[in-house]
């Protein structure tokens, strides 16, 4: 147990920079979405790139490159998929699966078959690579070289998006003039360059912004006491991850890392200030306070429940307040900030879930993020005014956010927030009305949603609300630490001794106790007294070869253990080397022209094939090695004769040429343990 | 005043060799839309399990209604007809004449049906042809109020009442007094229930404290077991068959407001995880009866009807939920509210997360409860709700609305106006 005091260090160095700051000084940026064509180049493209990937130990001045893969883009880089089983289902499943557009709100105009990119008619996205520059002439630069990289890496740009801060000189503000991401969580963790100035862990700030650092990276603890669900390696051939501490062992790909959120939203700002300048009945006055009702916060960015009546200068980044707990902000009945408004639905703080306020800041803080959105497209009016805004009319132009977020688990988080508070038209036991700003307007009623503004004597509502932003694209990726991308770009698939071996290997940690070995075993429908007999052996012929601990194997060493069996017909890279194969097997079985996958093999002379040794193999040593091979040899046909064989007059069993391939190449196991599966036999006579 | 409504879950078993896509084509045409006493309703297949010795699949038939239960049965005979005929023939031993003959229609119900264990209503006292009109009543007063607005110095109350009165469809309202009881009735009814039951779950507690150390002892050992199969966790081939449930189940899950949830769990064996279950389920319906009468359950409040129901000789355990919002959220919440209760349910099912002392740890374990959830979770074939577009605490206001519109007590004048 760690001691409360003790703070959580953050590696900076491992992290990327994106997620400790949105590189608001970096004010111009360019997300690349990438495709993968050539796995072997993009690899090596990826290993180029790695230094200049930014991590979160000094804030760039200059530049900055973030990096990110879909699910889709670990599969092209031959991520095994023992390791991405550890993935969270919702990354795996992508943002465009139907009951994931149905909790979205991804329906209508925003429905994925529309968008620009990212949906079922789009071109495949595998990698989301955002560049940051001080102003457009670096950020092109920057953007130039990197699309050359990338293009000769094996890759093909899919869609390029333009991005910038709309800076008003206090901070950054959004497309229908409201002040953006103001309210950031805190990870109640000390970033490790800063370790040296800091004593004791991070203090919680009044208002529960403080959040455990699990929730927003993998690798530590979550707000539920837990670590986040995190893919392990079972072999690292960039010996940079660190190894698992919590869960099933292995190496931790996850750790550091993080899942974003990219959804590129399309603001229809003429159509959001006209409309409500319509239902307002055309009193400006009147149509700005309905606005600001629904965000939550003045345009300034002030927010309604210290400034419920006029916009007031001086609290542009105010995130400190709360809606009960503080009796100078207390707002018990949605009168200064309405329950159905943005801000207080999206992050609802120390109310709306329990009528505790600590049991509510407890709930609040297992569905925060840290956003990193970012706008594009030029504002309608430099000024904001939504005045301005009706009087100029639409002009058509493509404007929007590219709302960027990043949390530990997609579906609590994210997903949450947008389906059962924003998109929700029950949320806060409300009737009919789904997020203002963001939310599915049409979610329960075809003639669209109603905002509910609570006052004395009784409530103002505002009807038939439409949406007036559109997705347009998106995806989920993994943000992987620095380590982590140097594990993927070396990643290879198993070679066959460790596919062979790695069936055995179901909690993928790399490492087969004697229990793994025995539970494979019976997995290939062995009988329990064998499968504990070959474990024994099996452990005890290869544990110290491997340089594993006492009876366990080591995946990553196998090729150490190369025993009589192997015959030498793996390279050194451990790649079945076809040719030598065939030789031998023809030797071995006598049988002379073509190779062909029916030529049939018996017993004896599969153990003069093994024992022919090949071009690199050992002699034969005789002795118990030897005996051990030709037990080997006998499991081998119980397992997977299928074939027979006239000798002497006699039906003898016998293994085809392409099965013994197959062994080698190490697929053999899983098609045995599939086939027994299917059919619910149970055994091979052992 | 009586309780007011009642569960029906008919588990009868299928006939050998029955087609479940005929079965399936079938279901959908029973009308439950046309019983007036249904809240909700399903028909779930529960498929036979030989590794715990059930061989043959069964229908469930689960419905929520309005009591009396002789009037529901009398109603889902008349109205099902043909279409229930058509379904139930399916089920070994039913009336070769079916719904015609009355009797023999209600021997077959009746010796199929299921008592639950544990059972929660949100919304006692409140019919489903009162919420359907009330639901109407308060959509007539909001609007009303939009189109007759500002309201800055009007006496609201009053002008409402005076509305519904000169509206000939809504004029009951004013009329007729709600049939749901004044909420400081409702407080001293249970606060009275409450004391009377005391004494019995004292007994419980004893028993309980008294068998805590062999429930450690068993706890321990399924703890072994658990960690033994864990090993299976991030593998490949279990995901594979995840994703295809989650698949399977969010085409289930996209309805707007009320979702349903079926899962069925096996059974730990033993005896003495029997009475456990049994000593649980009693302090749990007690709890959803007389502590959480007003429409959370433990701080959920999104819960319609819930009921536990042990099926195959106690030898799986069948759960039906209807709740309001999504999968995520439903299941969020008995991680963050009701933990201790859900885990000391379903410590008696197999492969649930380890648990200490019956209600320690378990579903408060979130991402392993939700995996688990997801594994126990079955298909819901058919699924009905009388009013899939109000949330229990919809429908509560809904209600509140109405007592204020026929009755309002000066102070609580302002509290009703903002439920409008």
């Keep these: 147990m760690k001691k409360s005091d003790e703070p959580v260090v953050i590696d900076t160095s491992q992290v990327q920079g994106v997620l400790l700051s949105g590189h608001g000084k970096l004010n111009d940026a360019r997300f690349i979405l990438l495709r993968i ?650 | 005043m009586a309780e007011t409504q009642g569960a029906l879950a008919v588990v009868a078993r299928l006939k050998h060799g029955y087609s479940f896509s005929e079965l399936k084509k079938l279901l959908r045409a029973v009308p439950f839309s046309a019983m007036s006493t249904v809240h909700y309703a399903r028909f779930v297949v529960l498929q036979g399990d030989s590794d715990v010795g059930i061989e043959r699949d069964s229908l469930v038939l689960s419905t929520n209604f309005d009591l009396p239960r002789d009037e529901h049965l009398t109603e889902l005979r008349e109205e099902g007809g043909a279409a229930l005929d058509a379904v139930l023939a399916f089920c070994e031993d039913y009336p070769s004449r079916g719904t015609a003959d009355a009797k023999a229609f209600e021997r077959f119900v009746e010796k199929n049906a299921k008592p639950y264990g544990a059972f929660h209503i949100a919304k006692r006292f409140y019919s489903v042809q009162e919420i359907l009109r009330e639901r109407d009543l308060r959509a007539a007063i909001e609007q009303h109020l939009d189109e007759d607005g500002p309201w800055e110095g009007r006496d609201v109350h009053a002008e409402v009442r005076k509305f519904v009165a000169s509206r000939g469809d809504l004029k009951w309202a004013v009329d007729e007094p709600p049939p749901t009881p004044r909420p400081e009735w409702l407080e001293e009814h249970y606060q009275q229930e409450k004391k009377a039951n005391v004494r019995k779950w004292g007994l419980i507690g004893a028993f309980v404290v008294f068998g805590l150390g062999y429930l450690r002892f068993l706890e321990w050992g399924d703890k072994r077991k658990y960690e033994k199969k864990e090993t299976y966790e991030n593998d490949w081939r279990r995901r594979r068959l995840e994703l295809g449930r989650r698949r399977l189940f969010a085409r289930e899950e996209t309805h707007l407001v009320a979702n349903p949830l079926t899962d069925l769990s096996i059974m730990r064996p033993g005896k003495f995880r029997q009475v456990i279950l049994g000593g649980v389920f009693k302090i749990i319906d007690d709890a959803a009866n007389f502590v959480f009468y007003k429409g959370d359950l433990g701080g959920i409040p999104s819960i319609h009807f819930a009921r536990w129901v042990p099926v195959d000789d106690s030898k799986r355990l069948l759960f039906m939920s209807n709740y309001d919002g999504s999968w995520e959220s439903y299941l969020g919440d008995f991680v963050d509210q009701q933990s201790a209760g859900l885990t000391a349910v379903w410590s008696n099912t197999e492969d649930f997360p380890p648990t200490r002392f019956l209600t320690r740890d378990g579903a408060s374990n979130e991402q392993a409860f939700k995996r688990w959830a997801r594994d126990q979770q079955i298909r819901t074939d058919v699924w009905y709700a009388a009013y899939p577009d109000l949330t229990v605490q919809n429908v509560i206001a809904n209600a509140l609305i109405r007592r204020g519109v026929y009755e309002l007590d000066a102070d609580l004048v302002e509290k009703w106006q903002r439920l409008l």
Excluded at chain 1, 494 to 503: E, G, I, R, S, Y
């Design chain 1, 37 to 686: 064509d050539e796995p072997l180049a993009a690899k090596k493209w990826l290993a180029d790139v790695r230094p200049e990937i930014t991590n979160g130990h000094h804030r760039p001045e200059d530049e900055a490159v973030q990096i990110a893969f879909t699910y889709a883009a670990l599969v092209e880089l031959g991520v095994p998929r023992q390791t991405r089983a550890g993935f969270s289902v919702e990354f795996e499943e992508g943002m465009t699966a139907p009951h994931r557009s149905f909790m979205l709100g991804d329906s209508r105009e925003s429905a994925p078959e529309n968008w620009e990119w990212g949906g079922p008619k789009n071109e495949p996205v595998h990698i989301l690579l955002m560049l940051y520059g001080k102003g457009p002439t670096e950020l092109e630069a920057l953007v130039q070289r990197h699309r050359k990289l990338a293009t000769d890496g094996g890759l093909s740009v899919v869609i390029e998006r333009e991005t910038h801060t709309l800076f008003d000189g206090i901070g950054y503000r959004e497309h229908f003039g409201f002040r953006d991401g103001v309210a950031q969580p805190r990870m109640d963790a000390v970033p490790s360059h800063e370790l040296a100035h800091r004593r004791g862990a991070m203090r919680e700030d009044a208002h529960g912004n403080t959040i455990k650092a699990g929730e927003l990276l993998l690798g530590y603890e979550n707000e539920y006491g837990h670590y986040p669900v995190s893919p392990a390696a079972g072999i690292d051939e960039s010996r940079s991850l660190p190894e698992k501490t919590y869960g099933r062992g292995g190496f931790d790909l996850g750790k550091n890392g993080t899942y974003l959120v990219y959804r590129q939203l399309e603001q229809d700002v003429y159509g959001f200030w006209k409309a409500l300048h319509d239902k307002v009945g055309g009193d400006s006055k009147d149509r700005d306070y309905v606005a600001a009702k629904m965000v939550g916060r003045w345009p300034s960015g002030a927010p309604l429940v210290k400034a419920p009546d006029h916009d007031t200068p001086g609290m542009e980044l105010d995130d400190s307040f709360s809606y009960i707990s503080d009796p100078k902000t207390a707002d018990p009945h949605g009168e200064k900030c309405p329950f159905g408004s943005h801000i207080r639905r999206s992050n609802p703080r120390d109310s709306i879930l329990s009528p505790d306020v600590d049991r509510a800041i407890q709930l609040s803080k297992r569905h925060r993020m840290v956003r990193r959105a970012r706008p594009y497209g030029l504002p309608v009016d430099e000024k904001f005014r939504s005045e301005e805004v009706i009087e100029k009319g639409s002009d058509g132009a493509s404007r929007g956010l590219n709302f960027i977020c990043f949390n530990a688990s997609i579906a609590r988080q994210f997903e949450f927030v947008q389906h059962t508070w924003c998109n929700s038209p029950k949320f806060a036991e409300l009737h009919n009305d789904p997020d203002p700003l963001i939310g599915e307007q049409t979610r329960l009623d075809p003639k669209g949603g109603d905002f509910t503004i609570p006052g004395q004597p009784v409530r103002r509502r505002v009807t038939e609300l439409q949406r007036f932003v559109t997705t347009k694209g998106g995806a989920y990726f993994f943000m992987p630490s620095l380590a982590a991308i140097e594990y993927i770009a070396k990643v290879r698939d198993m070679t066959p001794l460790q596919k062979h071996v790695a069936f055995f290997d179901t909690d993928n940690d790399g490492i087969i106790s004697i229990g793994d070995t025995y539970r494979g075993h019976r997995r290939l429908g062995i009988s329990q007294f064998y499968s504990a007999l070959f474990s024994m052996i099996i452990n005890f012929a290869l544990f110290f070869q491997t340089k594993g601990k006492f009876m366990q194997i080591k995946v990553e060493n196998i090729a150490m253990g190369k025993h009589a069996f192997d015959t030498g017909i793996f390279d050194d890279d451990g790649m079945l080397d076809e040719k030598v194969f065939d030789e031998l097997f023809s030797t071995a079985t006598g049988a002379s022209g073509e190779p062909s996958d029916e030529d049939v093999i018996t017993r004896p002379e599969m153990n003069a094939f093994v024992t022919a040794g090949g071009d690199r193999g050992r002699p034969n040593p005789g002795g118990l090695p030897h005996w051990f091979s030709q037990r080997e040899t006998e499991l081998i046909f119980c397992l997977a004769s299928d074939a027979k064989a006239t000798v002497d007059g006699k039906d003898e069993p016998a293994i085809t040429r392409r099965t013994l391939k197959d062994f080698y190449r190490g697929d053999l196991f899983p098609k045995i343990e599939r086939l027994l599966a299917y059919k619910r036999v149970g055994g091979f006579g052992l």
